[in-house]
């Protein structure tokens, strides 16, 4: 990716400088005013890629207490399609695919740059909105993930893997909430990798290709500032929280009365 | 327009052929409603309304028109800015007949974040809706900032987003402006738009303000007139209804409308608008519903010889779907506008539809209804719309009755 020309015109950087100085161009004043507003390279900090207006990708700061991520990493978009287009998520409908084959084909490119321009110090987060069911005039629903790599591959949080929020958007124009997968708490989203669980419903480790798994590998870890709670330190308050969620489903008329109770007795299990 | 109009096809073309062929690569999104209906024999449909209400109508089997809108968007992320293309053409039909109709694009427009000068801030430039916040039952936006114009959005001030925005008009409408240089009241606008406020948890305040200037000579009052207003919008998540509520109180004097638009070209800026606005979407179970209660007020306009008056509306619309593709909704909405001087406008309406939908929420579409509209309004109604009535149909009556089929669908 090439790096924008700085801009060589006086005259006009001042001009843009004035116009930018204070909360217009979202920077601080004093900045403005003492550099002559040097301008900042987004090129070279690109953390955000938007593809549409509810699909990005972004770089955040990892989540507090989580130990030191294993980025940068290269991937080959390919590769990583493979791999993402395994995740199957619990739905209505049973065992689906997570990512429709259109959707991820033009998430991945994106998806690899983030990764590789990403630091340990950053987390990837993942909003996806596609129509998956139903085509054209179906409502999109969205996946909202985190993403980041760690020494047993690229790991995947998914706190929604249909999240429906498009027909009140447009309807009433209420905007979305959207809230990504975390370490420390567990969402409503249960995804496997070819039907296999990951490590907690939500969380899943998806393997790298082995030139990215070596390096990840080789990358020395850290250990969290703070132990992150596990799924069994989780208990009660983790299942406490996904038996309101899966009730707030069912009170919506989102889920079936079978549904709910299968779904239930699964979570009821894991006491 | 013919050209307009001809486009209009290839433009769908276009688009189904770009969906079909990169299903993710181009946005494709739209309204639309249309259906038939009648009202009595030898009459045409009729809708009731009370006129020159600010707070429009119920809508639910009392929409005569046809309308719909279709949008393509093209969005990337090219070196660090995240582009956005947006096109949107309509068509319009006052009946439901054929001919008579008319299409025009509604939004063209280029917007980009991302730029190395202020990578946190959006920029745009065009024809565009702006800043859009409604009420659905009754067919009306309170904040409505649309037009051709210029502006940037999404700066984080800490804890709020702040927009600024510049609007230009060669007629002096923000919305539907024919923009061919005939008019000789062009107008200038200029809005902040500050939104985001945290006040309390599952809340946030959004303050507009709008300045107008008319930049023209006016006959009557010898000078385009100015304009000043201010928006404040409240919104609340109430999660164990599954929806929420929006809060309006809105003044505007002059030349500046209450939804942060134009308002009334030529009206002096001793006239003064205000107006308050409480609406409250819910959905629990099988049981949706939005519902409204506004009440304003308007000064005397000598320019435009229209008496001071004030308003009031109070209605909703709910649902209960009995299986997830079939639901029963109703609408009841009472209006009246009271003018200085002259009797009180009074309107009831009520609606009652059978309808099929692609789930059971009240906001979900695709809708295939069937519906019957009763209303009962009085004389004073009836004169202050003139000699054709309330309906138009001049038949003197003070009550009615419509049926009809209505589609509508967002996508």
């Known amino acids: ?271 | 327009m013919k050209t307009i109009r001809s486009a209009v096809p290839h433009a769908l073309a276009l688009a189904a052929a770009l969906v079909a062929s990169q299903a993710q690569a181009v946005d494709f999104d739209g309204y639309l409603r249309t259906g038939p209906g009648a009202t009595s024999k030898d009459s045409a449909r009729a809708c009731y309304n009370l006129g020159s209400l600010g707070g429009g109508h119920y809508r639910l089997g009392n929409e005569c028109d046809f309308y719909g809108e279709f949008g393509l968007a093209q969005t990337g992320t090219t070196e660090g800015v995240a582009w956005k293309a947006k096109v949107m053409f309509n068509e319009y039909n006052g009946g439901t007949d054929v001919g008579g109709s008319s299409s025009s694009f509604e939004q063209m427009y280029v917007e980009g974040k991302g730029f190395d000068i202020a990578p946190g801030t959006n920029f745009w430039i065009g024809k565009r809706f702006y800043g859009r916040k409604d009420v659905h039952i009754l067919d009306t936006f309170f904040v409505r900032m649309d037009g051709v114009g210029a502006g940037a959005d999404q700066i984080d001030l800490g804890g709020a987003k702040l927009g600024v925005a510049y609007f230009s008009s060669d007629s002096f409408k923000g919305f539907g402006d024919p923009g061919n240089g005939a008019s000789k009241s062009p107008g200038n606008r200029f809005n902040v738009d500050v939104s985001e406020i945290g006040l309390n948890p599952g809340g946030a305040l959004r303050v507009t303000g709008t300045v107008t200037q008319g930049n023209y000579d006016n006959v009557t009052a010898g000078k385009g007139t100015s304009g000043f207003g201010l928006s404040l919008q409240h919104t609340q998540d109430i999660a164990s209804l599954g929806g929420g509520n929006t809060l309006w109180l809105q003044y505007a004097q002059g030349s500046a409308g209450l939804d942060g638009n134009f308002g009334t070209a030529n009206a002096e800026s001793s006239v003064k608008k205000v107006r308050l606005v409480e609406s409250l979407a819910w959905q629990v179970g099988e049981f949706g519903g939005q519902a409204v209660a506004l009440i304003g007020q308007q000064d005397k306009d000598d320019i435009n010889a229209t008496a001071k008056f004030k308003e009031l509306s109070i209605g909703g619309r709910a649902s209960y779907a009995l299986t997830k593709n079939f639901k029963l909704v109703g609408e009841l909405g009472y209006m009246q506008k009271k003018p200085d001087g002259s009797d009180t406008q009074k309107l009831t309406k009520f609606t009652f539809a059978p309808t099929l939908s692609a789930g059971p929420g009240f906001w979900s579409r695709p809708e295939l209804r069937l519906y019957v509209t009763t209303a009962k309004w009085n004389e004073a109604a009836n004169t202050a719309s003139g000699l054709g009535g309330l309906t138009g149909l001049g038949n003197g009556k003070t009550s009615g009755t419509s049926y009809g089929a209505q589609a509508e669908i967002w996508f």
């Not at chain 1, 690109?46 to 990493?73: K, S, Y």
């Open chain 1, 1 to 271: 990716m090439e790096e924008a020309s700085p801009m060589k015109r006086p005259m006009l950087r001042m001009a843009l400088g004035l116009l930018c100085a204070g909360v217009l161009c979202g920077l601080p004043a004093a900045r403005a005013a003492d550099t002559g507003a040097a301008p900042v390279r987004a090129d070279s900090k690109q953390r955000q890629w938007r593809l549409h207006d509810f699909t990005r990708i972004e770089l955040v700061p990892r989540e507090p207490g989580a130990p030191d991520n294993l980025q940068p990493v290269q991937l080959q978009a390919e590769a990583l399609r493979q791999q993402l287009a395994l995740l199957q998520y619990s739905g209505r409908s049973g065992s689906q695919a997570l990512f429709a084959s259109d959707e991820l084909a033009e998430l991945v490119g994106p998806l690899a740059q983030a990764l590789e321009r990403a630091g340990p110090a950053d987390d990837v987060l993942l909003l996806s909105t596609a129509r998956r069911e139903g085509g054209l005039l179906a409502p999109p629903t969205a996946i909202t993930a985190r993403l980041f790599v760690q020494r047993d591959g690229l790991e995947l949080i998914v706190h929604d893997a249909r999240f429906e929020f498009y027909e009140a958007y447009r309807g009433a124009q209420i905007q979305p909430h959207f809230v990504f997968g975390s370490r420390a708490a567990a969402g409503p989203a249960s995804i496997a990798v070819s039907g296999t669980p990951g490590r907690r419903a939500d969380w899943v480790s998806i393997a790298l290709p082995s030139a990215a798994a070596a390096a990840a590998a080789a990358a020395p870890a850290t250990m969290p500032s703070k132990p992150l709670p596990t799924d069994n330190a989780q208990g009660s308050d983790d299942i406490e929280r996904r038996l309101e969620t899966l009730k707030r489903l069912r009170e919506k008329g989102l889920i079936t009365e079978d549904e709910y109770q299968q779904k239930r007795r699964d979570i009821l299990q894991r006491l």
